[in-house]
């Protein structure tokens, strides 16, 4: 079981928006700004997409943005691409012994 | 950008020491800069963070694996590795090695992962 909870699926048409929670505790994503998300495509390499909660690598497109409040952090996609499908996980740092707890995944599926 | 491929045996034995070894460009191993990272991905299960290692050989592991887990570092050959005692099928899983800058508390480059099943 994972530290931290995601929806296992989500769904939205092309150009539409849609948002994938994670929930955490106050020791995780309560504690610290420190929530990355990465983008799965079986066989390929995660990819970060955002990291320090809100922050974007060079590269990753201004659809994707991050927020949190309180315990859980949020992933929004807008304008959704067909490219977008794939498994979103995320990430906190929470200090202490298991430096680093993450969601089970949630998987995108544009329709 | 960092690059990184993992390599080891796609079956290993119940009891037995699983032993993959990740492969990295030789001048972002020589920065000093990183922390090498080993992840798996547990079937239905989501990502488990392993553990990392420094330029310097500080260690730092999951503790829930810590008995069972080595990760070591080998500047001349550019790579790191992960030994896991004691295998059983719970740990099936994907493995990847990732990085993560120091000054930093993200994993910014990944290799694609190995497919390890544990199996008699």
């Known amino acids: 079981q994972s530290a931290l909870t995601q929806p296992a699926s989500v769904s939205g048409s092309p150009g539409q928006s849609i948002t994938i929670s994670c929930a955490g505790t106050s020791s995780d994503i309560g504690a610290y700004d420190l929530v990355s998300w990465y983008q799965y495509h079986p066989g390929k390499a995660l990819k970060l997409i955002i990291f320090d909660v809100t922050d974007r690598p060079s590269g990753i497109s201004t659809r994707f943005s991050g927020s949190k409040s309180g315990n859980t952090a949020s992933l929004t996609i807008s304008g959704l691409q067909a490219e977008d499908e794939g498994v979103y996980y995320c990430c906190s740092y929470s200090g202490g012994t298991t430096l680093y707890v993450f969601g089970p995944g949630t998987t995108l599926t544009v329709l | 950008q960092v690059h990184l491929k993992e390599s080891g045996p796609g079956l290993t034995k119940p009891s037995q020491t699983l032993s993959l070894t990740c492969s990295v460009s030789?001048?972002?191993?020589?920065?000093?800069?990183?922390?090498w990272t080993w992840i798996r991905h547990l079937p239905g299960k989501g990502l488990e963070w392993i553990g990392y290692?420094?330029?310097?050989?500080?260690?730092y592991y999951n503790p829930s694996l810590k008995s069972r887990i080595t990760i070591s570092l080998d500047k001349s050959q550019s790579r790191f590795s992960l030994n896991l005692t004691s295998v059983t099928a719970a740990d099936t899983a994907v493995y990847h090695c990732?990085?993560?800058?120091?000054?930093?508390?993200?994993?910014?480059?990944w290799g694609q992962g190995t497919q390890v099943t544990v199996s008699s």
């Open positions: 990732a990085v993560r800058t120091v000054t930093k508390y993200f994993f910014h480059d």
């Open positions: 030789a001048d972002s191993m020589s920065s000093g800069a990183y922390y």
């Open positions: 290692i420094s330029y310097s050989g500080a260690t």
